[in-house]
């Protein structure tokens, strides 16, 4: 490497190319230690950015990373055994030494902070519009209009971010409200003084999909209420491509790589970036994509070794990476703009590499010989009308009943040889209570259950026994799904000690498991706490397999996952299929991952399928509104598409379960019965349920809606 | 695929294999930083010193106890017709009593007595709670209904004068009967507790995978449930330990326990209760040892609570 070393170097925080104005908010080197039993945490290291006033800037980084850390930092909101050195200047003023007491003049008035999960930061004994009247007369000046005023403020500050009837709902307390509708209030209440600086950490990571692309609205016309500059930190590459004008990546407590979003998404320069960028499924692209996995897992805080700490899992390091670690320093071709800390940026900025260049792809497996026809292979698993309510009951002694709960509401799907059904929703569909359903192989309430050719409904104890060799399950929580008092090889082996497996036999079958997963035999004596995330879940697939079932259950194996590792699971999971024949009922909410991943896909709503039908017909013309909503809430890690794409922003919540709406169960949140149907038509929505049939003559797809019309909508 | 030009050493070893195999990190390198949670609370309860002192006192009133008979002269049985009533001696390090037994030696015996009881009954009682709450717990309908009819109807009867009222039926066979009885009326609260416990780890993903694979439900009980309340199931044995040593010595008081020629703690005080400011030695040691034996329990319970509690950990020194 013959570059010469980068001159206008040391100090060089990122700020926008061509902006003398003073920034909004200026961070210096700061860096943050917590001491702990296990040694200091040194959680952010030296990190500087600016803000200018009203832009975005999204701060990206895994769980562990540091980001949220660095946000409260700047609200000098860390606890007191934090030590916290450098410097955050906010309109000039310094803010790190001040008395909290000064502090209380900037918090809440000229920055203000949203939360991740909104019902633990809204007080639950107070009501909504209560809280927010707080938040405007804490900072009142001289008493000016009193409480009736901020009373008013309050309900108009309700109605700005969406919320129907404020003036009623301003009575409300957080627990009545839906998770989206809290996050809303704390909106409200953020944007109550209208601060010049808005902090939002992970604002949408609790909530679905529609309520997050609601949220983004709301914050959207918040910043243009106020003309506050916002930080927005995610771990949603696909949310930070859509909202923010810059980009910061960061990485084990330090920025890795900072600049212009089209930069960053677009022309990437340090490997981490790029690996975070393949290891990301497109919706958009789907099965043709290669994942590119990070292996490895992010270092622990404690004793980071002298050089760049993304060296163990780079493919890309020299002798250099492990002596020195880099500083963020502008790239040659971009100045100041876009910045990275790489030694080998300048190299890979040069050839323009890409995540797939730096990053081996894995062989896609290949799909094995010509594919039997859907119709010729035979069916594992045939759901018909599957139905489970839950009563509702009211009082401990005199018990009564009053209501249902239609969970599951009649479902058909199948399942053939060698096929991935992808069953997608939002949380509080069904679809964990469908497949729960399906995996206690009994008579379900109403409908039929066939497994391997066997009705649950008729089956001895000893058949059900049996099934359950070839109907194995991997679960979402990797931490949760495995005894934490057992040996890894205890844990793997005890599905063959039920199945009677001789004892001999289970140890080499233990280790063979194990390789297959991509762990080692010697794993075995190790219990689960000494893995990662990512190792765990590939526990849990092992664990899974144990038996050679032949349909898996993998109820969202990878949500609980960070991006980067991901990858990998999903990876493993496709190579298992081709390797082993394998099929999945794969559950999700995450849609990527699912058109990744999936030949079929499902839509549930509300208990119900709105759409079924092969995966990219599906998602490439989908056909209920429904699923229309549900692609075009989901947001694009490519800021390009994400500019020109037309959102569709579904109104209100998910109806109760207990109180489905009449007739056609999403009419309530259709854009369509909204839109574009007249007095007549809608009329048939509100009487009549549409059935689950085939409308659009294509061949392998059924919908639910009496005016199915597929568009495109990525 | 653009290869860069320059060749990268590191890249080429571990540019093939299938999937996570190629792993920069030596695999190796995992599960250092993870003590393993047993090694965690050995070393939290070490942390506590007064629970160390708890144990440490333990154990020398149990070695005593059982060691102490081979090495003095006298045994509790053996009459000294040469010093009646005498007060603490080099010979008789806790005096005599009117008849010439030796008083150390009857605290001693009276102390083995009293821990084995306690010991016995702590573990009956807490394996009994365990098994009947997890079943209850694990299995639901009738089941539970009867388990917990059960319990209620054992929690509301006088279990003190149940067991003095039976006494007499018991006297003269073995004192283990006795340990069943104080057993039987102590395990209902843990039970309860146990129960709790298990409906929330029924619903445990680990539980279920365990259940969709097809593991009968009492091995999932023995396997996956008792072992995972084990800090709760320690706890509650030693605090089992001292109130069962309690109860015992409350019984024997008044004549209900353990029968002579046998002697515990509580058949101790009970008998010289009355000498307590005449011949105070005849009182005063065997009470000191129940406090003493009683208290270190105690601290040894409180300092494993601590131990197991992950939360009561979080302090910043």
Redesign the interface.
């Given at each position: 490497m013959n570059t010469e070393p980068p001159t206008p170097a040391r100090d060089a925080t990122v700020a926008p190319a061509g902006t003398p104005a003073a920034p909004l908010l200026q961070v210096a080197d700061l860096s943050v230690t917590f001491s702990t039993d296990a040694g200091p945490i040194t959680a952010v290291r030296s990190l500087s950015y600016q803000v200018q006033p009203g832009e975005v800037l999204g701060i990206v980084g895994e769980s562990g990373s540091g980001k949220t850390v660095s946000s409260l930092a700047v609200m000098a909101l860390l606890p007191p055994h934090a030590r916290v050195s450098g410097s955050v200047r906010f309109q000039g003023r310094e803010i790190l030494g001040q008395s909290d007491k000064d502090l209380s003049a900037i918090r809440g008035r000229r920055i203000a902070m949203i939360f991740q999960d909104p019902l633990s930061a809204l007080t639950p004994v107070y009501t909504v519009g209560d809280q927010i009247e707080e938040a405007i007369l804490v900072h009142a000046d001289r008493g000016g209009g009193g409480r009736t005023a901020a009373r008013a403020r309050a309900i108009e500050l309700l109605a700005l971010v969406g919320i129907p009837n404020p003036r009623q709902r301003a009575a409300a307390f957080p627990h009545e409200f839906s998770g989206g509708m809290r996050q809303r209030a704390m909106i409200a209440m953020a944007i109550a003084n209208n601060p010049d600086l808005i902090i939002a950490d992970e604002p949408t990571t609790a909530l679905d999909v529609t309520i997050q692309a609601q949220i983004l609205e709301v914050l959207r016309t918040a910043q243009q209420a106020t003309g506050a500059a916002i930080i927005l930190i995610t771990h949603d590459l696909g949310v930070v491509a859509g909202f923010a004008d810059r980009v910061a990546v960061m990485y084990a407590g330090k920025l890795v790589e900072a600049g212009a979003v089209d930069d960053l998404f677009y022309r990437a320069r340090m490997p981490y970036t790029l690996g975070l960028l393949g290891s990301i499924p497109r919706l958009d692209i789907g099965r043709r994509q290669p994942l590119t996995p990070i292996e490895g897992n992010p270092p622990s805080l404690v004793n980071l070794p002298l050089g760049c700490p993304f060296v163990p899992r780079c493919p890309m390091r020299v002798e250099k990476c492990i002596e020195v670690e880099p500083d963020l320093l502008p790239l040659a071709a971009s100045g100041q703009a876009h910045a990275a800390a790489c030694h080998r940026s300048d190299e890979i900025e040069r050839l323009n590499m890409t995540s797939v260049d730096v990053f081996p792809a894995p062989a896609r497996p290949a799909a094995s010989g010509v594919r039997v026809p859907r119709e010729k292979r035979g069916s594992l698993l045939d759901v018909r009308d599957l139905v489970k309510e839950y009563p509702l009951i009211k009082g401990a002694v005199m018990r009564r009943r009053i209501g249902t709960v239609h969970a599951v509401d009649g479902i058909s799907f199948d399942i053939r040889e060698s096929e991935t059904l992808g069953l997608v929703g939002e949380s509080g569909c069904g679809k964990t209570t469908a497949i729960i359903e399906i995996l206690n192989l009994v008579k379900p309430m109403s409908g039929t259950i066939v497994v391997l050719g066997k009705d649950t409904a008729a089956m001895t104890p000893e058949e059900r026994f049996a099934i359950r060799r070839d109907l194995q399950v991997v679960f979402q929580d990797p931490m949760a799904s495995l005894d934490p008092r057992l040996p890894v090889g205890d844990i793997l082996a005890e599905p063959m000690h039920a199945h009677g497996v001789p004892a001999t036999d289970r140890g080499n079958r233990v280790r063979e498991l194990l390789q297959l997963v991509g762990l080692q035999p010697e794993h075995a004596n190790r219990y689960p706490q000494a893995f990662s995330g990512g190792q765990r879940q590939r526990i849990g697939i092992a664990r899974a397999l144990a038996l050679q079932p032949r349909v898996l259950v993998l109820d969202e194996p990878v949500s609980a996952l960070d991006v980067s590792i991901r990858a990998g699971v999903i990876n493993l999971l496709e190579h298992l299929r081709a390797a082993l024949g394998l099929s999945y009922l794969f559950v999700a909410h995450d849609l990527s991952v699912v058109r990744h991943i999936a030949d079929r896909v499902a839509v549930m709503y509300l208990g119900r399928l709105v759409e079924i039908g092969d995966i990219d017909e599906v998602f490439d013309h989908p056909a209920h509104p429904y699923t229309q909503a549900l692609l075009s809430a989901i947001p694009l890690p490519d800021p390009q598409k994400e500019r020109r794409r037309r959102r569709i922003v579904l109104q209100g919540d998910l109806p109760s379960p207990a109180d489905p709406p009449s007739g056609c169960r999403f009419r309530t949140r259709c854009q369509k019965f909204a839109h574009e149907l007249d007095e007549r038509m809608r009329q048939r929505c509100i009487d009549e349920a549409p059935a689950l049939i085939d409308r659009t003559g294509s061949q392998d797809r059924l919908d639910a809606c009496h005016y199915a019309t597929p568009s495109s909508v990525l | 695929?653009?290869?860069?030009?320059?060749p990268?050493p590191?890249?080429e070893a571990?540019?093939t294999g299938?999937?996570?195999?190629?792993?920069?990190?030596p695999?190796?390198a995992?599960?250092t930083?993870?003590a393993?949670?047993g090694r965690l609370v050995v070393r939290r309860f070490l942390h506590k010193r007064l629970a160390i002192g708890g144990l440490v006192a333990v154990l020398l009133l149990f070695a005593c106890a059982y060691a102490s008979p081979h090495l003095v002269t006298w045994q509790y049985n053996e009459l000294d017709t040469s010093a009646f009533l005498s007060s603490p001696t080099i010979d008789h390090w806790f005096g005599t009593t009117q008849n010439g037994f030796d008083m150390f030696a009857l605290t001693m015996r009276g102390m083995q007595k009293s821990l084995i009881i306690g010991l016995l009954g702590a573990l009956l009682s807490t394996t009994l709670a365990a098994v009947v709450g997890a079943f209850a717990g694990y299995f639901g309908g009738v089941l539970n209904a009867v388990l917990l009819t059960f319990i209620d109807l054992l929690l509301v009867l006088p279990s003190f004068l149940i067991i003095a009222i039976l006494s007499p039926t018991f006297r003269g066979r073995t004192w283990l009967i006795f340990v069943l009885l104080l057993a039987a009326f102590q395990w209902m609260i843990t039970a309860r507790i146990v129960r709790g416990l298990t409906l929330s780890l029924k619903e445990?993903?680990?539980v279920?995978?365990?259940r969709?694979?097809?593991?009968?439900g009492w091995?999932i009980i023995f396997?996956?449930i008792l072992?995972?309340m084990?800090s709760l199931l320690i706890i509650d044995a030693t605090v089992n330990v001292s109130s069962l040593i309690l109860a015992e010595v409350g019984l024997s008081f008044f004549g209900f326990g353990v029968q002579p020629p046998d002697v515990s703690l509580g058949t101790l005080i009970g008998d010289y209760a009355g000498a307590a400011l005449t011949y105070p030695w005849q009182f005063y040691f065997p009470a000191g040892c129940l406090v003493a034996l009683v208290l270190a329990i105690n601290l040894v319970g409180d300092g494993l609570r601590d131990a197991f509690d992950p939360n009561a950990?979080i302090r910043?020194?």
């Open positions: - | 695929m653009t290869v860069p030009t320059d990268d590191l890249r571990q540019d299938p999937l996570a195999s190629r792993s920069p990190i695999l190796d995992i599960g930083e993870a393993s949670r445990r993903e680990f279920q995978a365990a969709f694979m097809g593991v009968p091995r396997r996956h072992p995972n084990s950990g910043i020194t």
